[in-house]
């Protein structure tokens, strides 16, 4: 799963991942600002650290994202076959907006986060609208020639969506079915990405409190309560001079602030969630690892995360929650209490779910 970094120029969209992904551009020969950047950031996760202490393993492996920086945003960069092939092939989107002031980085007017929403949406939905039409003209011409149910019902969704996007609303604001979903998922519409808008303010002394009231403090409520969409703060400023510290330092750097995570973990969370993943552990001496999966997920699916063996000869899952496990102490202790559990094929894996697969292969 893929989520694309997006945003005006100048906004600390490159910087920012950079930092996730702890990519050293300049050293890889970069030079070229429209170039898709790809990189890959660990998913911090409190619970896996804990389950590692436990059972002190040899291994401790986190679930990941994958990010790809995309070249600021603007109606003639989606015009670029490249630029717009790839950021049709993300998951998601983070948007990054401009909320710090910098006399070194010129502004064109005032910061104004809803109005750069408002803008960056207005072309992704301007290039849906163009790849709308151009597709109805060839449908329309094919439907002359033979009218088949699918043909009509992507004609009769795909203009149900044009005035849908022409008064100015993303495609992931329209409802449809699971259906109707299926049906146009090939078109990879841009505005029907999930998006998470990230505010970049500046350092202060207050710093915790700026994160924790930036989103209402700039009125993004409204935005981020929208269908697929989120909304959090980061100080790029701050988050770049962590990325460079060891843990302890950091911390107490944090600490400093007030703070008791960095937002950039906080950010990661939220990407991760916006692209409806949750995450199951397996746990032992030699590995305990988080596995990455939709939410609503059978247990024999998240077997088949694992390898594709456990879910073709899946029997049983033995589960147990992550804090219920910890508490008890072990396994041993878990079982003895009865919180261990035998699920079958059927049930819904829950975030946190640490899982041993049975198995006949």
Same mark, same amino acid.
């Given at each position: ?70 070249? *600021? ?21 983070? @948007? /990054? ?32 609208? *163009? ?46 079915? *699971? ?18 808008? /990230? ?23 409204? /935005? ?27 911390? #107490? ?53 694992? @390898? ?34 035998? #699920? ?18």
């Amino acid at each position: 799963m893929k989520t694309g970094i997006i945003g005006r120029p100048q906004v600390g969209k490159t910087s920012l991942f950079k930092i996730l992904t702890r990519a050293r551009l300049e050293d890889r020969g970069y030079s070229n600002p429209k170039e898709i950047h790809l990189g890959v950031a660990r998913v911090p996760d409190e619970r896996l650290e804990k389950l590692a202490a436990l059972y002190q393993p040899k291994k401790t492996v986190f679930a990941t994202v994958e990010y790809a920086d995309v070249a *600021a945003i603007g109606q003639e960069s989606l015009k670029e076959p490249n630029l717009l092939a790839s950021l049709r092939n993300v998951d998601a989107l983070i @948007h /990054v907006i401009r909320a710090f002031d910098d006399p070194s980085i010129p502004l064109t007017g005032p910061i104004d986060p809803l109005k750069e929403i408002r803008d960056v949406e207005f072309d992704l939905m301007l290039s849906d609208l *163009a790849q709308i039409e151009k597709r109805m003209e060839r449908l329309e011409k094919d439907l002359k020639k033979q009218r088949t149910p699918e043909l009509e019902a992507e004609h009769a969704l795909l203009t149900r969506a044009r005035p849908h996007l022409e008064t100015e609303k993303p495609l992931r604001a329209m409802e449809m079915s *699971a259906d109707e979903k299926k049906l146009i998922r090939g078109f990879m519409f841009l505005s029907q990405k999930p998006v998470l808008y /990230v505010l970049n303010i500046s350092e202060s002394a207050t710093l915790g409190d700026d994160l924790e009231n930036a989103v209402s403090k700039y009125g993004l409520e409204d /935005v981020a309560r929208q269908p697929g969409a989120g909304a959090t703060a980061i100080c790029g400023k701050v988050e770049a001079e962590l990325a460079e510290m060891p843990e302890e330092d950091a911390a #107490e750097f944090l600490g400093s602030y007030g703070l008791k995570e960095s937002g950039l973990h906080r950010l990661i969370r939220k990407s991760y969630e916006l692209l409806g993943l949750i995450s199951f552990f397996t746990v032992g001496e030699d590995e305990c690892r988080a596995w990455t999966i939709p939410v609503n997920s059978r247990a024999q699916n998240a077997a088949g995360a694992i @390898h594709t063996d456990l879910e073709k000869h899946f029997i049983r899952a033995e589960t147990i929650h992550w804090d219920t496990l910890l508490e008890a102490g072990s396994e041993a202790a878990a079982r003895s209490k009865g919180t261990l559990r035998l #699920e079958g094929k059927d049930y819904i894996v829950q975030d946190g779910d640490v899982m041993h697969i049975r198995h006949s292969g």
